[in-house]
Protein backbone atom coordinates (compact mmCIF):
# COMPACT_ATOMS: atom_id res chain seq x y z
CA UNK A 1 0.00 0.00 0.00
CA UNK A 2 3.40 2.09 -0.29
CA UNK A 3 3.61 2.10 -3.93
CA UNK A 4 0.96 2.46 -6.53
CA UNK A 5 1.62 -0.62 -8.03
CA UNK A 6 -0.71 -2.00 -10.88
CA UNK A 7 -3.74 -3.66 -9.92
CA UNK A 8 -6.02 -5.94 -11.55
CA UNK A 9 -10.32 -6.85 -10.75
CA UNK A 10 -10.82 -10.19 -8.82
CA UNK A 11 -12.96 -10.61 -11.64
CA UNK A 12 -10.29 -11.53 -13.99
CA UNK A 13 -8.53 -14.19 -11.25
CA UNK A 14 -11.39 -14.99 -9.45
CA UNK A 15 -10.50 -18.47 -10.10
CA UNK A 16 -7.49 -18.29 -7.72
CA UNK A 17 -7.38 -18.34 -4.04
CA UNK A 18 -6.04 -16.14 -1.47
CA UNK A 19 -3.37 -17.75 0.01
CA UNK A 20 -1.78 -15.89 3.07
CA UNK A 21 1.48 -16.91 4.48
CA UNK A 22 1.74 -18.38 7.63
CA UNK A 23 3.56 -15.92 9.47
CA UNK A 24 2.54 -12.09 8.91
CA UNK A 25 5.76 -11.07 7.57
CA UNK A 26 4.24 -9.77 4.70
CA UNK A 27 3.61 -6.55 7.01
CA UNK A 28 7.26 -5.73 7.16
CA UNK A 29 6.41 -5.09 3.13
CA UNK A 30 4.19 -2.28 4.20
CA UNK A 31 5.00 1.78 5.25
CA UNK A 32 1.77 3.06 5.55
CA UNK A 33 -2.24 1.69 5.47
CA UNK A 34 -5.41 3.87 5.31
CA UNK A 35 -7.41 4.19 8.40
CA UNK A 36 -11.24 4.45 9.20
CA UNK A 37 -13.38 7.03 10.60
CA UNK A 38 -14.85 4.09 13.06
CA UNK A 39 -11.59 3.03 14.37
CA UNK A 40 -9.10 5.96 14.66
CA UNK A 41 -9.96 6.29 18.18
CA UNK A 42 -8.57 2.94 19.23
CA UNK A 43 -5.71 2.88 16.67
CA UNK A 44 -4.33 5.95 17.65
CA UNK A 45 -3.61 3.91 21.18
CA UNK A 46 -1.65 1.17 19.12
CA UNK A 47 -0.11 3.46 15.94
CA UNK A 48 1.38 6.34 15.00
CA UNK A 49 -0.84 8.45 12.32
CA UNK A 50 0.80 9.63 9.14
CA UNK A 51 0.01 11.69 6.09
CA UNK A 52 0.39 10.80 2.82
CA UNK A 53 -0.15 12.79 -0.52
CA UNK A 54 -1.51 11.22 -3.45
CA UNK A 55 -2.17 12.90 -6.39
CA UNK A 56 -1.80 16.42 -4.44
CA UNK A 57 -4.84 15.02 -1.77
CA UNK A 58 -3.42 14.07 1.41
CA UNK A 59 -4.55 10.96 3.14
CA UNK A 60 -4.96 9.82 6.67
CA UNK A 61 -3.17 6.24 7.70
CA UNK A 62 -1.10 4.32 10.05
CA UNK A 63 2.64 3.73 10.46
CA UNK A 64 2.75 0.40 10.37
CA UNK A 65 6.71 -0.58 9.76
CA UNK A 66 9.18 -1.58 12.81
CA UNK A 67 11.17 1.03 11.98
CA UNK A 68 8.43 3.60 13.35
CA UNK A 69 7.32 1.76 16.07
CA UNK A 70 8.00 1.85 19.45
CA UNK A 71 6.61 -1.59 19.87
CA UNK A 72 6.61 -3.85 17.23
CA UNK A 73 3.74 -5.83 16.09
CA UNK A 74 5.54 -9.18 14.89
CA UNK A 75 7.54 -11.00 17.21
CA UNK A 76 10.68 -12.82 15.84
CA UNK A 77 8.81 -15.79 14.44
CA UNK A 78 7.23 -13.22 12.76
CA UNK A 79 3.73 -13.70 14.10
CA UNK A 80 1.53 -10.64 15.13
CA UNK A 81 1.63 -9.82 18.50
CA UNK A 82 0.22 -6.44 18.53
CA UNK A 83 -3.17 -5.29 20.42
CA UNK A 84 -5.07 -3.84 17.46
CA UNK A 85 -5.58 -5.75 14.16
CA UNK A 86 -6.60 -2.27 11.91
CA UNK A 87 -9.32 -2.54 8.99
CA UNK A 88 -6.23 -2.30 5.84
CA UNK A 89 -4.53 -5.28 8.06
CA UNK A 90 -7.17 -7.49 8.45
CA UNK A 91 -8.38 -6.47 4.45
CA UNK A 92 -4.73 -7.27 3.20
CA UNK A 93 -3.96 -7.57 0.19
CA UNK A 94 -7.44 -6.43 -1.63
CA UNK A 95 -8.03 -2.82 -2.54
CA UNK A 96 -11.51 -1.04 -3.34
CA UNK A 97 -11.69 1.77 -6.47
CA UNK A 98 -15.31 2.67 -5.48
CA UNK A 99 -15.83 2.92 -9.16
CA UNK A 100 -17.67 0.20 -9.74
CA UNK A 101 -21.13 -1.26 -8.16
CA UNK A 102 -20.17 -4.99 -9.24
CA UNK A 103 -18.30 -6.12 -6.13
CA UNK A 104 -15.87 -8.68 -8.04
CA UNK A 105 -15.00 -5.48 -10.12
CA UNK A 106 -14.92 -3.46 -7.39
CA UNK A 107 -12.10 -5.36 -5.37
CA UNK A 108 -9.08 -5.20 -6.64
CA UNK A 109 -5.64 -6.74 -5.87
CA UNK A 110 -1.71 -6.65 -6.94
CA UNK A 111 -0.92 -8.12 -10.36
CA UNK A 112 1.06 -11.24 -9.58
CA UNK A 113 0.14 -10.98 -5.93
CA UNK A 114 2.47 -13.81 -3.91
CA UNK A 115 -0.68 -14.05 -1.91
CA UNK A 116 -3.21 -15.85 -4.27
CA UNK A 117 -2.78 -19.14 -5.30
CA UNK A 118 -4.18 -21.42 -8.11
CA UNK A 119 -4.03 -24.44 -6.21
CA UNK A 120 -4.86 -23.55 -2.16
CA UNK A 121 -5.84 -21.36 -0.41
CA UNK A 122 -9.26 -20.03 0.65
CA UNK A 123 -11.75 -19.35 -2.50
CA UNK A 124 -12.90 -15.89 -3.32
CA UNK A 125 -15.89 -17.32 -4.71
CA UNK A 126 -18.91 -19.34 -3.95
CA UNK A 127 -19.91 -22.31 -6.62
CA UNK A 128 -22.06 -20.17 -8.37
CA UNK A 129 -19.56 -17.76 -8.74
CA UNK A 130 -20.79 -15.56 -6.40
CA UNK A 131 -18.36 -13.77 -3.52
CA UNK A 132 -18.07 -15.83 -0.79
CA UNK A 133 -19.18 -14.35 2.99
CA UNK A 134 -15.78 -13.22 3.86
CA UNK A 135 -15.10 -11.31 0.60
CA UNK A 136 -18.81 -9.63 1.11
CA UNK A 137 -17.39 -8.77 4.40
CA UNK A 138 -13.88 -7.49 2.76
CA UNK A 139 -15.61 -5.37 0.32
CA UNK A 140 -17.90 -3.55 3.07
CA UNK A 141 -14.50 -2.49 5.58
CA UNK A 142 -12.37 -1.17 2.66
CA UNK A 143 -16.21 0.46 1.60
CA UNK A 144 -15.87 2.16 4.83
CA UNK A 145 -12.02 3.19 4.37
CA UNK A 146 -12.59 4.79 1.32
CA UNK A 147 -15.63 6.71 2.78
CA UNK A 148 -13.36 7.61 5.75
CA UNK A 149 -11.04 8.75 3.18
CA UNK A 150 -13.94 11.31 1.78
CA UNK A 151 -14.45 11.97 5.82
CA UNK A 152 -10.92 12.89 6.40
CA UNK A 153 -11.03 15.69 3.56
CA UNK A 154 -11.79 18.89 5.05
CA UNK A 155 -9.70 17.76 8.60
CA UNK A 156 -6.85 17.35 6.54
CA UNK A 157 -7.32 20.68 4.10
CA UNK A 158 -7.57 22.44 7.64
CA UNK A 159 -4.10 21.15 9.06
CA UNK A 160 -2.33 21.85 5.73
CA UNK A 161 -3.92 25.41 6.05
CA UNK A 162 -2.53 26.11 9.50
CA UNK A 163 0.57 24.17 8.64
CA UNK A 164 0.21 21.76 11.15
CA UNK A 165 2.08 18.87 9.15
CA UNK A 166 5.80 18.14 9.30
CA UNK A 167 7.41 15.77 7.21
CA UNK A 168 8.36 12.47 9.24
CA UNK A 169 11.86 11.84 10.09
CA UNK A 170 13.60 8.37 9.52
CA UNK A 171 12.92 7.66 6.16
CA UNK A 172 14.00 4.47 4.43
CA UNK A 173 15.46 6.37 1.29
CA UNK A 174 12.89 6.05 -1.84
CA UNK A 175 10.29 5.95 0.24
CA UNK A 176 6.96 8.28 -0.28
CA UNK A 177 7.37 11.27 1.73
CA UNK A 178 5.11 11.11 5.18
CA UNK A 179 3.98 13.75 7.59
CA UNK A 180 2.98 13.81 10.91
CA UNK A 181 1.16 16.76 13.01
CA UNK A 182 3.51 19.04 14.88
CA UNK A 183 2.11 19.01 17.99
CA UNK A 184 4.01 22.05 19.08
CA UNK A 185 2.31 24.37 16.39
CA UNK A 186 -1.20 21.81 17.38
CA UNK A 187 0.26 22.95 21.20
CA UNK A 188 0.50 26.54 20.34
CA UNK A 189 -3.13 27.44 18.67
CA UNK A 190 -5.46 29.43 20.38
CA UNK A 191 -9.19 29.25 21.78
CA UNK A 192 -10.37 31.19 18.05
CA UNK A 193 -8.84 29.31 15.89
CA UNK A 194 -9.61 25.93 17.97
CA UNK A 195 -13.05 27.06 17.85
CA UNK A 196 -12.98 28.23 13.61
CA UNK A 197 -11.78 24.38 13.00
CA UNK A 198 -14.83 23.32 14.90
CA UNK A 199 -17.18 25.51 13.65
CA UNK A 200 -19.00 23.10 11.28
CA UNK A 201 -17.55 19.71 12.61
CA UNK A 202 -15.90 18.71 15.92
CA UNK A 203 -13.52 15.80 13.58
CA UNK A 204 -10.98 18.33 13.05
CA UNK A 205 -9.99 19.11 16.67
CA UNK A 206 -11.10 15.75 17.50
CA UNK A 207 -8.30 13.94 15.30
CA UNK A 208 -6.04 16.20 15.90
CA UNK A 209 -6.45 15.51 19.65
CA UNK A 210 -6.04 11.34 18.46
CA UNK A 211 -3.06 11.99 16.01
CA UNK A 212 -0.57 13.88 18.89
CA UNK A 213 -2.12 11.00 21.05
CA UNK A 214 -0.78 8.66 18.61
CA UNK A 215 2.55 9.61 18.24
CA UNK A 216 3.36 8.40 22.00
CA UNK A 217 3.49 4.75 19.12
CA UNK A 218 6.21 6.88 17.31
CA UNK A 219 10.09 6.03 17.41
CA UNK A 220 11.37 9.06 18.74
CA UNK A 221 14.24 9.81 15.85
CA UNK A 222 11.41 9.74 13.77
CA UNK A 223 9.70 13.00 15.41
CA UNK A 224 10.39 16.80 14.01
CA UNK A 225 11.94 17.81 17.25
CA UNK A 226 15.01 16.81 19.21
CA UNK A 227 14.25 12.92 20.95
CA UNK A 228 16.77 13.73 23.30
CA UNK A 229 15.55 16.75 24.39
CA UNK A 230 11.73 15.03 25.07
CA UNK A 231 14.11 12.20 26.24
CA UNK A 232 15.51 14.42 28.89
CA UNK A 233 12.05 16.03 29.90
CA UNK A 234 10.53 12.77 30.78
CA UNK A 235 12.76 12.04 33.43
CA UNK A 236 12.29 14.50 35.80
CA UNK A 237 8.76 14.30 37.39
CA UNK A 238 7.24 17.48 37.34
CA UNK A 239 8.81 17.92 33.91
CA UNK A 240 7.41 15.04 32.83
CA UNK A 241 3.51 17.17 33.30
CA UNK A 242 4.64 20.11 31.81
CA UNK A 243 4.98 17.65 28.33
CA UNK A 244 2.61 15.48 28.79
CA UNK A 245 2.64 14.22 25.30
CA UNK A 246 6.38 13.49 25.18
CA UNK A 247 5.90 10.70 27.80
CA UNK A 248 5.75 7.09 25.97
CA UNK A 249 4.50 3.90 27.96
CA UNK A 250 8.01 2.60 28.48
CA UNK A 251 9.18 6.34 30.09
CA UNK A 252 6.58 6.03 32.91
CA UNK A 253 7.69 8.19 35.98
CA UNK A 254 7.93 5.92 38.83
CA UNK A 255 6.81 7.97 42.44
CA UNK A 256 9.87 7.30 44.27
CA UNK A 257 10.18 8.89 48.08
CA UNK A 258 13.86 10.99 47.74
CA UNK A 259 13.05 12.90 51.14
CA UNK A 260 15.84 13.53 53.47
CA UNK A 261 15.79 11.18 56.18
CA UNK A 262 15.66 12.67 59.49
CA UNK A 263 15.06 11.29 62.47
CA UNK A 264 12.01 11.89 64.34
CA UNK A 265 13.91 12.36 67.86
CA UNK A 266 15.47 16.13 65.76
CA UNK A 267 11.52 16.68 65.19
CA UNK A 268 10.36 19.64 66.55
CA UNK A 269 7.85 22.33 66.30
CA UNK A 270 4.50 22.27 63.82
CA UNK A 271 3.10 23.81 60.57
CA UNK A 272 1.84 26.44 62.22
CA UNK A 273 4.83 28.06 63.97
CA UNK A 274 7.17 27.12 61.44
CA UNK A 275 4.38 28.12 58.68
CA UNK A 276 2.60 31.21 59.25
CA UNK A 277 0.64 30.63 56.34
CA UNK A 278 -2.59 28.24 55.57
CA UNK A 279 -1.47 24.93 54.47
CA UNK A 280 -2.64 25.16 50.87
CA UNK A 281 0.29 28.03 50.80
CA UNK A 282 2.98 26.37 52.11
CA UNK A 283 4.89 25.16 48.93
CA UNK A 284 4.18 28.47 47.21
CA UNK A 285 7.91 29.47 47.05
CA UNK A 286 8.95 26.31 45.96
CA UNK A 287 12.03 26.10 47.64
CA UNK A 288 10.71 24.62 50.25
CA UNK A 289 11.78 27.34 52.97
CA UNK A 290 8.81 28.84 54.76
CA UNK A 291 8.69 32.42 54.26
CA UNK B 1 -17.02 -20.82 41.25
CA UNK B 2 -15.86 -17.73 43.56
CA UNK B 3 -17.02 -15.99 46.10
CA UNK B 4 -16.70 -12.21 45.58
CA UNK B 5 -16.70 -10.88 48.86
CA UNK B 6 -13.71 -14.02 49.84
CA UNK B 7 -11.62 -13.04 47.11
CA UNK B 8 -11.54 -9.69 48.19
CA UNK B 9 -11.06 -10.76 51.61
CA UNK B 10 -7.19 -9.85 51.71
CA UNK B 11 -8.49 -6.12 50.36
CA UNK B 12 -10.82 -5.79 52.84
CA UNK B 13 -8.02 -6.36 55.87
CA UNK B 14 -5.71 -3.82 53.80
CA UNK B 15 -8.14 -1.16 52.60
CA UNK B 16 -9.94 0.56 55.70
CA UNK B 17 -10.99 2.93 53.37
CA UNK B 18 -10.73 5.42 50.14
CA UNK B 19 -8.15 8.08 49.93
CA UNK B 20 -8.97 11.20 51.97
CA UNK B 21 -11.51 9.36 54.29
CA UNK B 22 -9.25 10.03 57.32
CA UNK B 23 -7.87 13.49 56.34
CA UNK B 24 -6.71 15.42 59.58
CA UNK B 25 -4.98 19.13 59.33
CA UNK B 26 -0.96 19.42 59.35
CA UNK B 27 -0.84 20.79 62.74
CA UNK B 28 1.23 19.90 65.77
CA UNK B 29 2.53 16.27 66.23
CA UNK B 30 0.92 15.48 62.51
CA UNK B 31 4.06 17.55 61.26
CA UNK B 32 6.01 14.92 63.23
CA UNK B 33 4.89 11.66 60.99
CA UNK B 34 7.08 9.77 58.27
CA UNK B 35 5.50 9.35 54.80
CA UNK B 36 6.54 6.66 52.16
CA UNK B 37 5.83 6.44 48.74
CA UNK B 38 2.31 6.92 47.89
CA UNK B 39 1.86 3.46 46.50
CA UNK B 40 2.61 1.77 50.40
CA UNK B 41 -0.56 3.01 51.15
CA UNK B 42 -3.13 0.39 50.36
CA UNK B 43 -5.56 3.89 49.73
CA UNK B 44 -3.83 5.00 46.96
CA UNK B 45 -2.91 1.14 45.65
CA UNK B 46 -6.53 0.10 45.53
CA UNK B 47 -8.58 3.12 44.93
CA UNK B 48 -10.54 2.44 41.28
CA UNK B 49 -12.45 6.24 40.93
CA UNK B 50 -9.79 8.83 40.99
CA UNK B 51 -10.39 12.54 40.27
CA UNK B 52 -7.97 13.71 37.77
CA UNK B 53 -7.69 17.19 35.41
CA UNK B 54 -7.36 17.92 31.82
CA UNK B 55 -3.73 18.47 31.97
CA UNK B 56 -3.54 14.29 32.53
CA UNK B 57 -5.53 13.17 29.87
CA UNK B 58 -2.46 12.59 27.39
CA UNK B 59 -0.71 9.97 29.94
CA UNK B 60 -3.61 8.15 31.65
CA UNK B 61 -5.94 7.77 28.55
CA UNK B 62 -3.56 5.03 27.13
CA UNK B 63 -4.49 2.80 29.97
CA UNK B 64 -7.56 3.92 32.30
CA UNK B 65 -11.54 5.20 31.00
CA UNK B 66 -11.53 8.94 31.49
CA UNK B 67 -15.02 9.71 32.45
CA UNK B 68 -17.57 12.00 34.72
CA UNK B 69 -19.02 11.01 38.01
CA UNK B 70 -22.37 12.47 38.67
CA UNK B 71 -24.21 12.95 41.38
CA UNK B 72 -26.10 15.53 43.49
CA UNK B 73 -25.32 17.91 41.03
CA UNK B 74 -21.94 17.47 41.34
CA UNK B 75 -19.67 16.68 38.16
CA UNK B 76 -15.99 15.27 38.69
CA UNK B 77 -13.69 14.19 35.83
CA UNK B 78 -12.41 10.61 37.06
CA UNK B 79 -10.17 8.20 35.73
CA UNK B 80 -11.23 4.90 36.37
CA UNK B 81 -8.20 2.45 37.28
CA UNK B 82 -10.17 -0.67 37.82
CA UNK B 83 -13.66 -2.11 38.48
CA UNK B 84 -13.37 -2.95 41.87
CA UNK B 85 -11.36 -0.95 44.50
CA UNK B 86 -8.27 -3.14 44.70
CA UNK B 87 -5.00 -3.07 42.86
CA UNK B 88 -4.82 -6.68 41.01
CA UNK B 89 -7.96 -5.39 39.01
CA UNK B 90 -6.23 -2.60 37.36
CA UNK B 91 -3.79 -3.83 34.26
CA UNK B 92 -1.16 -4.90 35.49
CA UNK B 93 1.36 -2.87 33.44
CA UNK B 94 -0.62 0.57 34.88
CA UNK B 95 -0.86 -0.18 38.64
CA UNK B 96 3.09 2.46 38.86
CA UNK B 97 0.80 5.01 36.78
CA UNK B 98 -0.66 7.14 39.21
CA UNK B 99 -3.07 10.12 38.67
CA UNK B 100 -1.62 13.53 39.87
CA UNK B 101 -3.39 13.54 43.03
CA UNK B 102 -2.43 10.30 44.45
CA UNK B 103 1.20 10.85 43.40
CA UNK B 104 0.39 13.45 46.42
CA UNK B 105 -0.80 10.92 48.72
CA UNK B 106 -1.08 10.52 51.95
CA UNK B 107 -1.28 14.32 51.66
CA UNK B 108 -4.86 14.88 50.32
CA UNK B 109 -6.73 18.03 49.74
CA UNK B 110 -9.46 19.22 52.31
CA UNK B 111 -12.81 18.59 50.27
CA UNK B 112 -14.92 21.11 51.74
CA UNK B 113 -15.08 22.99 48.69
CA UNK B 114 -14.20 23.07 44.89
CA UNK B 115 -10.42 22.12 44.96
CA UNK B 116 -8.54 24.64 43.57
CA UNK B 117 -5.24 26.71 44.48
CA UNK B 118 -6.19 28.04 47.92
CA UNK B 119 -7.78 24.69 48.83
CA UNK B 120 -5.92 23.29 52.31
CA UNK B 121 -3.79 20.57 52.20
CA UNK B 122 -4.19 17.46 54.70
CA UNK B 123 -3.19 14.56 55.85
CA UNK B 124 -4.36 11.15 55.34
CA UNK B 125 -4.31 9.44 59.21
CA UNK B 126 -3.44 6.34 58.03
CA UNK B 127 -0.98 3.71 58.01
CA UNK B 128 1.79 2.30 54.87
CA UNK B 129 0.89 -1.47 55.05
CA UNK B 130 3.29 -1.97 52.55
CA UNK B 131 6.08 0.45 52.61
CA UNK B 132 8.30 0.69 50.10
CA UNK B 133 11.58 2.32 51.03
CA UNK B 134 11.92 3.90 54.88
CA UNK B 135 10.34 6.74 53.96
CA UNK B 136 11.25 10.53 55.19
CA UNK B 137 9.49 13.06 57.53
CA UNK B 138 7.02 15.86 56.30
CA UNK B 139 9.06 18.59 57.64
CA UNK B 140 13.00 18.70 58.62
CA UNK B 141 15.00 19.95 61.86
CA UNK B 142 15.39 23.09 60.07
CA UNK B 143 11.57 23.71 60.29
CA UNK B 144 11.28 23.40 56.68
CA UNK B 145 9.34 21.04 54.64
CA UNK B 146 11.14 17.65 53.30
CA UNK B 147 11.95 17.05 49.81
CA UNK B 148 9.36 14.14 49.87
CA UNK B 149 6.76 16.94 51.37
CA UNK B 150 8.05 19.68 48.41
CA UNK B 151 7.32 16.93 46.21
CA UNK B 152 3.99 16.00 46.86
CA UNK B 153 2.87 19.61 47.38
CA UNK B 154 4.30 20.21 43.83
CA UNK B 155 1.86 17.59 42.04
CA UNK B 156 -1.00 19.06 44.38
CA UNK B 157 -0.05 22.58 42.93
CA UNK B 158 -0.24 21.46 39.85
CA UNK B 159 -3.42 19.37 40.41
CA UNK B 160 -4.90 22.35 41.77
CA UNK B 161 -4.05 24.48 39.26
CA UNK B 162 -6.12 22.70 36.79
CA UNK B 163 -8.66 21.49 38.83
CA UNK B 164 -10.87 24.86 38.26
CA UNK B 165 -10.32 24.54 34.20
CA UNK B 166 -11.47 20.86 34.51
CA UNK B 167 -15.16 21.23 36.67
CA UNK B 168 -16.13 24.22 34.22
CA UNK B 169 -15.24 22.24 31.67
CA UNK B 170 -17.49 19.22 33.52
CA UNK B 171 -20.23 21.58 34.20
CA UNK B 172 -20.74 23.46 30.67
CA UNK B 173 -21.13 19.90 29.58
CA UNK B 174 -23.85 18.82 32.38
CA UNK B 175 -25.59 22.01 31.42
CA UNK B 176 -25.64 21.25 27.69
CA UNK B 177 -27.28 18.04 28.75
CA UNK B 178 -24.13 16.37 26.82
CA UNK B 179 -23.71 13.32 29.71
CA UNK B 180 -25.34 9.98 29.41
CA UNK B 181 -24.91 7.12 31.67
CA UNK B 182 -22.47 4.85 31.27
CA UNK B 183 -23.55 1.50 32.86
CA UNK B 184 -20.68 -0.69 33.66
CA UNK B 185 -21.89 -3.99 35.03
CA UNK B 186 -21.15 -7.29 34.42
CA UNK B 187 -21.37 -10.73 35.80
CA UNK B 188 -17.97 -12.64 36.24
CA UNK B 189 -17.03 -15.69 37.15
CA UNK B 190 -21.25 -16.02 38.63
CA UNK B 191 -20.53 -12.76 40.49
CA UNK B 192 -22.36 -9.31 39.68
CA UNK B 193 -19.46 -6.31 39.14
CA UNK B 194 -21.07 -2.70 38.87
CA UNK B 195 -19.30 0.71 38.66
CA UNK B 196 -22.43 3.15 39.23
CA UNK B 197 -22.92 6.84 38.82
CA UNK B 198 -20.58 7.41 35.91
CA UNK B 199 -21.16 9.53 32.75
CA UNK B 200 -19.54 9.67 29.08
CA UNK B 201 -20.54 12.55 26.41
CA UNK B 202 -23.07 11.35 24.50
CA UNK B 203 -21.77 10.69 20.65
CA UNK B 204 -24.22 13.12 18.97
CA UNK B 205 -22.74 15.77 20.85
CA UNK B 206 -19.69 14.99 18.79
CA UNK B 207 -21.38 15.66 15.39
CA UNK B 208 -22.15 19.27 14.03
CA UNK B 209 -20.45 21.94 16.23
CA UNK B 210 -22.35 22.25 19.18
CA UNK B 211 -18.70 21.68 21.59
CA UNK B 212 -17.42 24.78 19.15
CA UNK B 213 -18.54 26.84 22.32
CA UNK B 214 -16.43 25.21 24.93
CA UNK B 215 -13.33 25.12 23.01
CA UNK B 216 -13.35 28.94 22.18
CA UNK B 217 -13.90 29.33 26.03
CA UNK B 218 -11.29 26.57 27.01
CA UNK B 219 -9.01 25.94 24.03
CA UNK B 220 -6.63 23.29 24.17
CA UNK B 221 -7.37 21.78 27.83
CA UNK B 222 -11.07 21.25 26.60
CA UNK B 223 -9.86 19.64 23.12
CA UNK B 224 -7.91 17.02 24.83
CA UNK B 225 -10.75 16.36 27.49
CA UNK B 226 -13.32 15.85 24.74
CA UNK B 227 -11.12 13.55 22.51
CA UNK B 228 -9.16 11.60 25.16
CA UNK B 229 -12.32 10.80 26.60
CA UNK B 230 -13.69 9.18 23.73
CA UNK B 231 -10.30 7.27 23.10
CA UNK B 232 -10.17 6.55 26.64
CA UNK B 233 -12.97 4.26 26.79
CA UNK B 234 -12.04 1.66 24.66
CA UNK B 235 -9.80 0.64 27.83
CA UNK B 236 -12.82 -0.74 29.66
CA UNK B 237 -11.80 -3.97 27.69
CA UNK B 238 -8.20 -3.91 29.37
CA UNK B 239 -10.26 -3.61 33.21
CA UNK B 240 -12.57 -6.31 32.29
CA UNK B 241 -9.99 -8.62 31.20
CA UNK B 242 -7.88 -7.66 34.51
CA UNK B 243 -11.20 -8.15 36.33
CA UNK B 244 -11.26 -11.78 35.03
CA UNK B 245 -7.46 -12.23 35.67
CA UNK B 246 -7.69 -11.27 39.24
CA UNK B 247 -10.65 -13.41 40.15
CA UNK B 248 -9.10 -16.41 38.09
CA UNK B 249 -6.16 -15.64 39.95
CA UNK B 250 -8.10 -15.68 43.17
CA UNK B 251 -10.05 -18.72 42.39
CA UNK B 252 -6.49 -20.58 41.93
CA UNK B 253 -4.64 -19.34 44.97
CA UNK B 254 -7.63 -19.95 47.30
CA UNK B 255 -8.58 -23.35 45.59
CA UNK B 256 -11.30 -25.40 45.57
CA UNK B 257 -13.11 -23.92 49.54
CA UNK B 258 -12.84 -20.72 48.06
CA UNK B 259 -17.08 -20.08 47.23
CA UNK B 260 -17.70 -23.58 47.81
CA UNK B 261 -19.41 -25.91 45.70
CA UNK B 262 -20.46 -24.67 42.55
CA UNK B 263 -23.91 -25.41 42.95
CA UNK B 264 -24.36 -23.70 45.89
CA UNK B 265 -23.62 -20.40 44.11
CA UNK B 266 -25.55 -21.41 41.17
CA UNK B 267 -28.18 -20.98 43.42
CA UNK B 268 -28.02 -18.27 45.23
CA UNK B 269 -27.96 -14.61 44.51
CA UNK B 270 -24.68 -13.55 43.18
CA UNK B 271 -22.95 -10.89 45.61
CA UNK B 272 -23.15 -7.29 44.35
CA UNK B 273 -19.55 -4.88 44.68
CA UNK B 274 -20.32 -1.70 44.19
CA UNK B 275 -17.85 1.04 44.09
CA UNK B 276 -18.68 4.25 46.30
CA UNK B 277 -17.86 7.29 44.87
CA UNK B 278 -15.73 8.80 47.44
CA UNK B 279 -12.07 9.08 46.14
Known sequence: MTNRTYRVPLRDISHL??????????????????????????ACRHFPFAVRIVDQRPELGLLVHSRYLVRPLLDKALKWCGVYRPIALRCFPFEVDGLHSDLLSGITVP????????????????????????????????????????????????????????????????????????????????????????????????????????????????????????????????????????????????????????????????????????????????????? | MIDLRRAMESSSRTQPGRPGESRVPLLGDVLRRRIYSPRSYAQARNAAVVPVVHSECDVLASWFPLVWRCRERHTEFVALRGLVDEERFQPRPARSLLPLILRAYPFVFDHSGTIGPASARMLDDVVADEPTDIGATITTVHHRLSRATQTRFAFMDRFAEDAIATAEIGQA????????????????????????????????????????????????????????????????????????????????TSGPDVGGPASQHQASPAPQVQLAAEA
Open chain 1, 17 to 42: RLSMADDDGWIEQLNWIPVGASEYHL
Open chain 1, 111 to 291: AGSEHLSASHGISLVDQDGRPSAALIEIHRLLTLLNQSREMFADALDHYLIAELLTPLSGHASGDQLLYVIDRNRFDRMDHAALAAMARHKLLSVDLAVAWTFSLQNLQARCLPESPSHARKQSTAPLASLSQPVSILMDEIALVLDDGELISLDCMDGDLARIAPHPPGSVAANGSGQIA
Open chain 2, 173 to 252: LARMDAFEPWPLAFDIAGHRIEVTDLFVIRRAMFEGARLAPLLRQHGLSCARMLSLHRVSLFRAGGLLAAARAALQESCE
